[in-house]
């Protein structure tokens, strides 16, 4: 079977759990000893982690549109493997989905249809046959998301008046205005700045006629506008009615401001970018940033486009015969878990890859004072630690909580610099926490709820409030380095993650699906930071993790319960899900129970013979709802954390004790 890579993949066959399901520690040391081998086996020579991060065409089919808008020339072949690429993923029904299993997506359809008609594909194979009947049956062009139809608008297949403007004026509110850039999640603001810029000149580059697509348009789509609800006055008909205004400004040709907030966006990209050409270290900047600078009279040869090609390029992966674009990268948050999963499962601290990894690590943490974090946060000091390989602007207090427990565990030559680097991290991290008691990915009081009533904002993802899965790993993080519940700041985090649960006893998962990743990871923060695991909040969570385990021992849950609730915790089985369900379970004190022990059995019945565990679906959130991420390396390392914490009996504080100050 292949999965959405095409790579061949054998599925082992999923068992019936047996009502007994004890696994012998003979059985346990071989499938840790299989997985630790398979892990070093993927280290990279210069000691990092990091696999695939899949998921879904239109990253792929947006790279066919960029190369159009910038006028170059694609490396050889790379249009071909695209191609290769759409088509290899097209459902029966004739589109393409938001994650495997899922039905067909209008937009995602729409453009890959797009990128496929302009890549030389003929509208009259079946493939695209099948496609244009989809999409006319699903609502058509006028069904689709925001940024299809700027794309669209980009290659002149429809007019830029039926795109919800963004003015590039935005530039000009000051930092403290409620719908200022800074107000907005740190992945909009750098995709909104650069596309702002593009708006504002309403740049277009039409498309040869053989590579127009006509037919995917109905006449109803021609004159496509945002809107209102029918439903009164409410905050989304009021920001309808203001694009209108703000599109009838538009049109004036007296724009006084205009240009000095050009001059800003400009500036503001040119501080943005890295030095190795990257932009947020996320596909949607890395993709409107260079056709900003097109806009703003840059040339293909300039350094600042020629260096954000080179970036770009580095996000493609080339499987032979077909390749695709990643959303993003994940280095850091691969290594850290790989090395916690490694010292969990037994090997030494002091291995000399782990050492290795976690010098590279060092050398990653993020020293800049240019961050927009320091907006909100101006008198601390940078400390933490980011995601990608190049990302000095955007530290992310999920990746640091989880690389502050691998260092803490591993000795280094230098162990001054680790105590001093260590600390740098935690005081930037205590930093972070929001005004709630939480703590988001990037930002601190990140949640003003307006931004997603605007047109412009139709995924949801203008924001990054706190959540409990981030603020559940922080708490784990700081129970971890010596902090005590009665911390004042700890004692914050624990009231605003009490406040999150919901009625049935899990919390909502932000960054994993779902509800059992965040479950998970608030009951590790408590337990870590030494909540008292029989309180009856707590013991509510252990049943419904348990209520929730599929017959054969594991557990899964679709990425449809972000937007039906009542699908939390149902799902088919993965190893990731299973792995995490059965670490919070144990984080609340049921290690001995039936459910772990069928759950550890179904890991290590599933497992691979290379050492690694197989899925399909996938188990990470981007934007809930909309936009959801297959991590190669879930299914690798978390397995391995629960077999390990498994065998090893766990016991409230038996990790930290154990690797303390580096074992």
Same mark, same amino acid.
């Not at 970036?311 to 032979?320: E, H, N, T």
């Given at each position: 079977m292949n999965d959405s890579t095409g790579?061949?993949?054998?599925?082992?066959?999923?068992?019936?759990?047996?009502?007994?399901?004890?696994?012998d520690d003979g059985a346990l040391n071989r499938a840790q000893e299989r997985s630790q081998n398979h892990l070093f086996s993927m280290q990279d020579p210069e000691g990092f982690w990091v696999d695939e991060l899949e998921s879904n065409v239109s990253m792929t089919a947006e790279v066919v549109y960029f190369y159009h808008m910038m006028e170059i020339e694609p490396p050889e072949g790379r249009i071909e493997k695209i191609v290769n690429y759409l088509l290899r993923l097209q459902q029966e029904d004739g589109g393409w989905t938001m994650f495997p299993d899922?039905?067909?997506?209008?937009?995602?359809?729409?453009?890959?249809?797009?990128?496929?008609k302009m890549s030389g594909v003929s509208a009259d194979r079946p493939e695209m046959l099948r496609a244009r009947e989809f999409i006319l049956n699903n609502g058509g062009v006028r069904s689709c998301r925001v940024f299809t139809w700027t794309f669209l608008a980009l290659l002149g297949e429809m007019p830029w008046e039926s795109v919800p403007p963004m003015p590039v004026e935005l530039m000009l509110l000051p930092n403290g205005a409620y719908f200022s850039i800074y107000e907005m999640s740190s992945w909009s603001r750098s995709?909104?700045?650069?596309?702002?810029?593009?708006?504002?000149?309403?740049?277009?580059?039409? @498309?040869?006629?053989?590579?127009?697509?006509?037919?995917?348009?109905?006449?109803?789509?021609?004159?496509?506008?945002?809107?209102?609800?029918?439903?009164?006055?409410?905050?989304?008909?009021?920001?309808?009615?203001?694009?209108?205004?703000?599109?009838?400004?538009?049109?004036c040709p007296w724009k006084p401001l205009r240009r000095h907030a050009l001059k800003k966006a400009k500036k503001w990209l040119l501080d943005h970018q890295e030095p190795e050409g990257d932009f947020g270290g996320i596909q949607p900047p890395?993709?409107?940033?260079?056709?900003?600078?097109?806009?703003?009279?840059?040339?293909?040869?300039?350094?600042?486009?020629?260096?954000?090609?080179?970036?770009?390029?580095?996000?493609?992966?080339?499987?032979?015969?077909?390749?695709?674009?990643?959303?993003?990268?994940?280095?850091?948050?691969?290594t850290a878990?790989?090395?916690?999963?490694?010292?969990?499962?037994?090997?030494?601290?002091?291995?000399?890859?782990?050492?290795?990894?976690?010098?590279?690590?060092?050398?990653?943490?993020?020293?800049?004072?240019?961050?927009?974090?320091?907006?909100?946060?101006?008198?601390?000091?940078?400390?933490?630690?980011?995601?990608?390989?190049?990302?000095?602007?955007?530290?992310?207090?999920?990746?640091?909580?989880?690389?502050?427990?691998? @260092?803490?565990?591993?000795?280094?030559?230098?162990?001054?610099?680790?105590?001093?680097?260590?600390?740098?991290?935690?005081?930037?991290? @205590?930093?972070?926490?929001?005004s709630n008691g939480g703590w988001a990915a990037f930002d601190q009081d990140n949640d003003n709820r307006l931004f997603n009533e605007i047109p412009f904002a139709d995924l949801g993802a203008m924001l990054d409030p706190p959540t409990v899965d981030v603020t559940g790993r922080i708490l784990w993080g700081l129970g971890f380095l010596g902090f005590k519940e009665d911390h004042p700041r700890v004692k914050r985090a624990i009231d605003f993650v009490k406040s999150e649960q919901e009625a049935d006893g899990c919390w909502w998962g932000r960054w994993g699906v779902n509800y059992i990743y965040g479950t998970w990871l608030v009951l590790e923060g408590l337990r870590g930071i030494g909540q008292d695991m029989e309180q009856s909040y707590i013991r509510r969570a252990a049943k419904w993790l348990t209520d929730c385990q599929n017959p054969d021992g594991g557990w899964g849950e679709t990425c449809l319960s972000y937007r039906k609730p009542e699908l939390r915790g149902q799902g088919v089985t993965t190893a990731s899900q299973t792995a995490w369900a059965v670490m919070g379970l144990m984080a609340a004190g049921e290690t001995d129970s039936e459910a772990v022990r069928r759950g550890v059995r179904f890991l290590v019945d599933t497992q691979n013979e290379d050492g690694s565990w197989w899925e399909k679906h996938f188990t990470g959130t981007g934007f809930p709802a909309h936009f959801f991420l297959k991590y190669h390396m879930y299914s690798r390392f978390f397995p391995l954390m629960a077999l390990a914490q498994y065998q090893k009996g766990f016991r409230p504080g038996q990790r930290d004790a154990a690797t303390r100050r580096g074992g």
């Open positions: 790579n061949n993949t054998a599925v082992t066959p999923t068992p019936a759990c047996p009502p007994s399901a004890n696994v899922n039905p067909s997506d209008i937009s995602y359809t729409v453009e890959a249809y797009v990128a496929l995709t909104v700045v650069p596309l702002i810029v593009v708006y504002a000149y309403q740049m277009t580059r039409p @498309l040869e006629k053989n590579q127009t697509s006509p037919e995917i348009f109905t006449e109803a789509d021609r004159n496509i506008r945002f809107p209102y609800s029918g439903k009164g006055l409410t905050w989304g008909n009021f920001f309808v009615w203001l694009s209108r205004v703000i599109e009838w400004v538009g049109k890395m993709i409107y940033s260079p056709l900003a600078y097109k806009c703003l009279g840059y040339k293909n040869d300039d350094p600042e486009i020629v260096l954000s090609l080179e970036a770009l390029d580095r996000f493609i992966l080339d499987f032979g015969d077909h390749c695709a674009m990643q959303a993003c990268v994940s280095p850091l948050w691969d878990l790989s090395g916690n999963a490694l010292i969990d499962s037994g090997v030494p601290a002091d291995h000399p890859k782990l050492v290795q990894a976690a010098e590279w690590i060092y050398k990653k943490q993020v020293t800049s004072y240019k961050g927009d974090w320091r907006v909100k946060n101006p008198h601390t000091p940078p400390g933490g630690w980011a995601f990608e390989f190049y990302n000095q602007l955007y530290p992310d207090c999920d990746d640091t909580a989880e690389i502050l427990m691998f @260092l803490q565990r591993v000795p280094v030559a230098d162990n001054e610099m680790k105590e001093r680097e260590i600390q740098r991290a935690v005081t930037w991290l @205590l930093s972070m926490q929001s």
